[in-house]
């Protein structure tokens, strides 16, 4: 039987995304929206039976306020938070807060589904080694935790990064060729070689990962502000 859901995410392309694979899969998606600060107001509005929650900076100080107030206000609502791994403070943040179940970003959709059931049932949901590493973090940290959408932009060019932002903004081959001016061959060939160095299968992807990751962010930041003429 299907859930009566939620997904929210502060990039609104991969809410909407993750809530059509769910319609598809026979679900009842009451609300795809962004972002994350307004969580809150929407589940207490329409009291879903899951919130999917994504976020690409768990550990950041107030990330998770929203999944307190649901807790307070709608306790029947049990919150999924999507995020990246490794974050170790993350994810015990999540369950601080009182998520009842965190999933790396790039989980495929029979992942995501599995936490949902495990949830529905008063379960927590959270895969064995996501825990055990989220503990020995804990207990015994880097001194320089890793971060993984630094080191994923470090593998891109700069006309690389230009063509991740562009997919990630929706832009198809022919209007990332118009705004590079290359031609379509060439920007094809860029798409390509993002989704290769990403390790990924398709453009929804390397967007899912560029959000979660935080490179998405950082990379609009290294984006060339003027037109690369360059084919």
Known sequence: MGVRLMV???HRLLAEALASALKLRGHRVLAAAAPTSGAADLVVSRAPEICLFGTAAPAEPGTFDPVVRIRRERPQTAVVVLGPVPSPRGIA???AAGAAGYVRHDERIEGVERAMAKVRAG???IAPQLLQGAFAELLNPAAQPDDEGRRLLQMLTPREVEVLVRVAEGEDTRLIAAGMRIAPSTARTHVQRVLMKLGVGSRLEAAALAARTGLLDRAVLETPQG???VG
């Open 8 to 10: 929210i995410d502060d």
């Open 93 to 95: 943040a999540a369950f």
């Open 123 to 125: 379960e927590a949901a």
């Open 227 to 229: 037109p690369d003429t």
